[in-house]
């Protein structure tokens, strides 16, 4: 089964909606009183429906059939069954209706301005008042449908029944352990102290996911795209991108690098999108995610985004935190916005010497992120704080602080293989 797009339902016309939406109707008589039953009879064009949805809401409560047989529309239907047949009636009767409301309030606007353009030629101010004040008195008001709980109850049913998976995995088999996988609105958050592997983390796993044909946009806000990339193709071709930028590789050196660039271009293709602009607020985000529709957003880093900027700090990366929030839930996309930990996540030492694992109050201005987020990670490395050349492994854990679904504290237990800039599970 399929469910209308807003593309489908824009390319329809008022009589095609209508009839889709009574197509649904016929099939699902007790679901389309609980999803919209609030549409009224004098909102629809064709009058014959006017009247089957009149008798059908009122008369013949329920009672397609006898609906149908008064208003002399049983051969109709029938035909616009066929035609419908492939559509999921659950989901669509609610998205029909409402464009079949906002359709006609926009063909009385036309008529209105048709009338208010003769009156102006007049000079007709009141008349031209009261055709404002007609537009305004009719402009579609569907906010006060909300829904009950046979309603939700359809909605869940549906939901659950679906053959597609309503998560997405990282790919790395100890952070999906750990997470139970990434629902599709939620907005995750992971943070570290600088330098710990966050961008590494969040690259790879749009890398993955990549790979697995699904879309991300990754909003690199400190990296340059180019940097970012180097991540990838110096770490699997085993090189240091500073011996690039010095020119110290040999030409078998620089050919191969040059190759495993182009075989990762052709593992990621189209699926894997870098924007590095540094402009971006959370507006201009959901616009792209409203356009794209990818399967994941990663925003690195979320205090870089240029929303202006309310009276403190706090109060502004709350006010990001719930705009990324409200993203992902309204787009079904899932977000995942990096942070980054304040200094006293180092000052309260362990039993070795070392700062003992961070918590979420340790997230710089922390207390709406705390609220906003759906799960946040916190990301810990002992082996950082060590002096002396950085080792190529480093054993690193992914707090699991908060998981609004699941079970919170639960962690994955990686290492961080340094020059190839890559976690694998420690217990795969």
Known sequence: MSTFTLTDLTALSISDLEHAFISCVFSAPEEALIAAGWLKPDQFIDQRLRRFWDLFTGKHRGDVMSSALDCDLMADITLWLADYSDYNVYRSMGPLAEQMVNRGYLMSIDKSLAAMIAARRRNDVDEIKRLVSEIGSTQPNMEDHIPDASSLHLDFTEYITRDKIQTIQTHITGLDRALKGIALDELVLIASRPSMGKTTLAFQIARNLAKSGKSVIYFSLEMKARDLWAKAACGRAGVDWYDVLNKKLDPDQMDQLIQISAGLAGEYDNYLMIDDSTYHTTESIGRIMARKKPNLVIIDVLARLKNKMSKSKIDWIEEIAYSLKDMAKNNNIPIMALHHLNRAAEQALGNEGKPEKPMMKNLSDSSGLEKAADT???????????????????????????????????IADLRYLTKEQWFESKNP
């Open 376 to 410: 946040i990670g916190l990301i810990y490395s002992p082996g950082y704080y060590d002096t002396g050349k950085p080792p190529a492994e480093l054993e690193t854990q992914i707090i699991i602080a908060k998981h609004r679904m699941g079970g919170r504290n639960m």
